[in-house]
């Protein structure tokens, strides 16, 4: 299906498995080039996938992948795929002041702009860490050149979330001016909103149940707005110390992500962000 017709966005947080906020420590961020990297392999495995397909989605990369693998980069926009940013370091923005975290947006945003030569748009916190407490970021990805944000999760979690938070794509008002908020999917059932757009709730959930909760929101007139990360379609990748929780929510059925991500290309009709939702930069 021709992305102009497509009725959902689909959306990839490209980082290294070892980058995950669940198992961060001061230690390991600093031993992050001993690591195997495995990011290029899986974001090219995940390609593949959606040009089997004619998919098209939006990618918000890293700019400490970025940096390292900008043909990475280039891959993915030259295969018809919208490049945004996901910030530098994955840092949690409720850990920066303001001042790192501006540094960290520019940076990552300069690096993706010098690979591909056009201007890159879109931003999705790590970790959807834009909360009540750091809502001052929104002002600073407009004074950034930023656009729209899709870091805002309209749940309850242990992490993250804004419960409060308008769940449909809408502005937000700063002194800088406006910026759209692309939310994640949820729904709401038995008057409790829960996640379903993708991460760990993909792997999570059985894909009939989740199937038919999307459905349930698509039925609602809502386009869906997905996320998933390449080190997801990796079953294989190396086994990081952490706690149970943390293990549990990161290697959690890895062998079912590729059959499910098969199947919900086949049951929904996708496209990146900005041509589901045109209203955000007109083309």
Not at 50 to 56: A, E, I, S, Y
Not at 63 to 75: D, H, I, K, Q, T
Not at 89 to 103: G, M
């Amino acid at each position: 299906m021709p992305d102009s017709m497509a009725r959902h966005s689909l959306s990839f947080d490209v980082e290294e498995h070892f980058q995950v906020s669940a198992f961060e420590s001061p230690m390991r961020r600093r031993h992050w080039e001993q690591f195997e990297s495995r990011v290029e392999s899986n974001t090219d495995k995940l390609l593949d996938l959606l040009n089997q397909r004619g998919v098209h989605a939006t990618f918000f990369v890293l700019g400490w992948v970025a940096e390292r693998y900008p043909s990475l980069v280039r891959s993915i926009a030259s295969a018809g795929h919208e490049v945004a940013s996901h910030g530098y370091a994955h840092e949690l923005i409720t850990a920066q002041t303001q001042v790192a975290f501006r540094e960290d947006v520019r940076k990552a945003k300069g690096i993706l702009e010098n690979i591909l030569q056009q201007p890159v748009l879109g931003y999705r916190a790590p970790s959807f860490s834009i909360t009540k407490d750091t809502m001052w970021a929104i002002q600073i990805l407009v004074e950034e050149g930023y656009v729209y944000d899709s870091s805002i999760f309209p749940v309850m979690h242990d992490r993250y979330g804004v419960p409060s938070a308008n769940p449909q794509v809408h502005q937000l008002s700063t002194q800088a001016g406006l910026l759209w908020e692309v939310p994640p999917s949820t729904v709401k059932c038995l008057g409790v909103r829960i996640p379903i757009a993708g991460g760990g709730y993909f792997r999570l959930y059985p894909y009939k149940v989740l199937r038919a909760l999307l459905r349930k929101l698509e039925g609602e007139g809502s386009p869906l707005v997905m996320y998933l990360h390449p080190w997801e379609f990796d079953p294989d990748q190396p086994r990081m110390e952490g706690s149970m929780l943390s293990r549990i929510r990161h290697y959690l059925n890895l062998d079912k992500t590729e059959g499910r991500m098969r199947a919900l290309l086949q049951d929904f009709s996708f496209a990146p962000i900005r041509r589901v939702f045109p209203q955000i930069v007109p083309l």
